[in-house]
């Protein structure tokens, strides 16, 4: 019998061991993979690098491969600005529905609800970009900007921050539901019990107490909307210039990417600078991720105290 035992316990400790060193391969495979992208992203943006420097490329205003202009300020300032409208738009409308679903919504509700977000999601971009292209953008150009500009086309960066947070908006509800679902009913009973209306308790408690994995549930929508490509490039308006409002046309990263790429391959020069367009997004992200990750750190840190 004690043999037996010693036998049970030796092959416990020995799938420990094993699962412990998959776990420690595999994340190594995962952080080599991210260090091999970079690596490769800097090796194939070495020419243009080399021939013009990093500052003058990022802050350059001038886009012109034939003349050797290449200038990615414009380009960074709309991803960055699309990516922030989109998230403006969308985390509040998803905070309230994902509040809503979870503390307020009856079973049929939440039964026709759930499903429709799971095929949301999956909708290819595309589609979006379709969407949007066919009602958003007509829209815009018909019925709202004629109330604040002249003239627009509709192919903005209003379209394309309206098309972005419609696309994130069923993965922000999907994961904000999941998080509620786990605080605690006693809390938001005590909440209850002491006075407070559903709103307050929603607020106080809710909210607070899944504050970490909402901020969590944020960065994941920016990574998503600030890679999105397709969509984009199709309501956007795709004009090189700096956004200075809401109705100019922007021309973000991956729509660079993905409208040149294949047909300037015969320009060494030109391919290296998207590269480097491919560089600058996989750096802003990885520098949002890692703050992001720090600010997370620090709210958890304050909420388990």
């Not at 595999?26 to 970079?38: A, D, K, P, R």
């Not at 999941?178 to 605080?183: A, R, S, V, W, Y």
């Not at 996989?282 to 997370?296: H, K, Q, S, Y």
Request: net charge positive.
């Amino acid at each position: 019998m004690k043999r037996e035992q010693q036998l049970f316990l030796f092959q416990r400790i020995l799938k420990d061991r094993a699962a412990n060193t998959v776990m420690k391969i595999l994340t190594f495979i995962s952080l080599l993979t991210l260090v091999i992208m970079g690596g490769g992203l800097l090796y194939k943006s070495s020419a243009i690098l080399s021939a013009r420097g990093v500052w003058d490329l990022i802050t350059g205003t001038e886009w012109s491969p034939l003349s050797g202009q290449f200038g990615f300020w414009p380009f960074i300032l709309s991803s960055i600005y699309v990516t922030i409208l989109a998230v403006l738009i969308g985390v509040p409308i998803s905070l309230l529905a994902a509040l809503y679903l979870t503390e307020n919504a009856k079973a049929w509700v939440k039964k026709a609800v759930f499903p429709v977000l799971d095929i949301l999601a999956g909708i290819p971009s595309v589609v979006y970009g379709l969407w949007g292209t066919l009602i958003i953008v007509p829209w815009i150009a018909d019925r709202f900007a004629p109330h604040f500009v002249e003239y627009s086309s509709g192919y903005t960066l209003l379209a394309g921050g309206i098309v972005l947070s419609v696309m994130i908006i069923p993965l922000l509800v999907s994961l904000f539901v999941e998080m509620f679902l786990t605080i605690p009913s006693d809390l938001k009973d005590a909440s209850a019990s002491l006075g407070a209306t559903r709103w307050q308790t929603s607020r106080l408690v809710v909210i607070r107490k899944a504050s970490p994995g909402i901020i969590a549930a944020i960065v994941l929508s920016v990574s998503k909307a600030f890679g999105e490509t397709l969509a984009v490039l199709m309501v956007c308006g795709n004009m090189v210039g700096i956004p200075h409002s809401l109705f100019d046309s922007a021309y973000p990263l991956s729509a660079l990417i993905a409208n040149n790429y294949g047909e300037m391959l015969s320009l060494p020069m030109y391919e290296s600078a998207l590269m480097f367009a491919a560089l600058i997004m996989f750096v802003i992200i990885f520098v949002f991720n890692v703050i992001a990750r720090t600010v997370l750190q620090r709210v958890e840190k304050k909420f388990k105290l």
